[in-house]
């Protein structure tokens, strides 16, 4: 899989700043994608959805931007509190294949700076 | 109180040995999955069910297996067979598709270390 090997790309904050984590996707089929939060030790969590017949969608201090046209998905923390470091996965589906599992990213590491 | 529960959350096996890992879900679930994950790295695929009575292999199902006699239980059995089995085991379920929606929920994981 595209995960082996491979160590997770870190993104350094400074508290009350706001964090810009990019993910890039490759089915162009794909209308449904998802962010979640993993804490250390823990299974990930649900953050925010977003369809394909949108292309932005806000949560509380979340925002996730959707790009079509480059297949390319955005999850914006606004004023990063410590508490938000955790790794961060996007992940896409085709819902059309009915309950297919998600096609998670490589995820990326958030780090906050007190 | 309605979720995922996995046990236990840590487990110590013999190399050579077979494990299972439990996952129950009590929120009427159709799907469930298993995903393995190393330390820094994201999460592979092993094994998923969309129906009771029946399963498909993942990314990485090779030395693993599973069953779903029940909706709400989709145990991993980790055999002799997995040639690294130490790391981090994730299962989650889905509804059928709601609305063009696939969310999956997460359980907690079960850390498994060979010895």
């Known amino acids: 899989g595209e995960n082996v090997g491979l160590h997770l790309p870190t993104l350094s904050v400074q508290e009350g700043d706001n964090s810009i984590i990019n993910c890039a996707y490759s089915?162009?089929?794909?209308?449904?994608f998802i962010w979640y939060k993993q804490e250390s030790g823990k299974g990930p969590q649900f953050i925010i959805d977003?369809?394909?017949?949108?292309d932005k969608r806000q949560g509380q201090r979340v925002t996730v931007l959707l790009n079509k046209t480059v297949k390319h998905l955005s999850l914006q923390i606004a004023a990063t509190q410590p508490g938000d470091s955790a790794v961060y996965f996007c992940a896409e589906n085709e819902t059309s294949s009915g309950n297919t599992p998600l096609v998670f990213g490589k995820g990326t590491r958030l780090s906050v700076i007190a | 109180d309605g979720g995922i529960t996995q046990s236990p959350k840590y487990l110590f096996r013999k190399e050579g040995q077979n494990v299972t890992l439990s996952c129950e879900q009590n929120l009427n679930h159709d799907a469930m999955y298993w995903y393995r994950q190393d330390p820094g790295q994201g999460l592979r695929l092993i094994y998923y069910?969309?129906?009771?009575?029946?399963?498909q292999k993942g990314d990485i199902a090779e030395g693993y297996s599973v069953s779903r006699e029940k909706k709400e239980s989709f145990p991993l059995t980790v055999t002799s067979a997995q040639k690294n089995p130490t790391a981090f085991y994730l299962c989650?379920?889905?509804?059928?598709?709601?609305?063009?929606?696939?969310?999956?929920?997460f359980g907690p994981g079960t850390r498994l270390t060979v010895l």
């Open positions: 069910s969309q129906i009771v009575n029946d399963f």
């Open positions: 977003i369809r394909s017949n949108m």
């Open positions: 989650a379920s889905s509804p059928q598709g709601l609305a063009g929606r696939n969310e999956q929920f």
């Open positions: 089915n162009s089929a794909s209308d449904y």
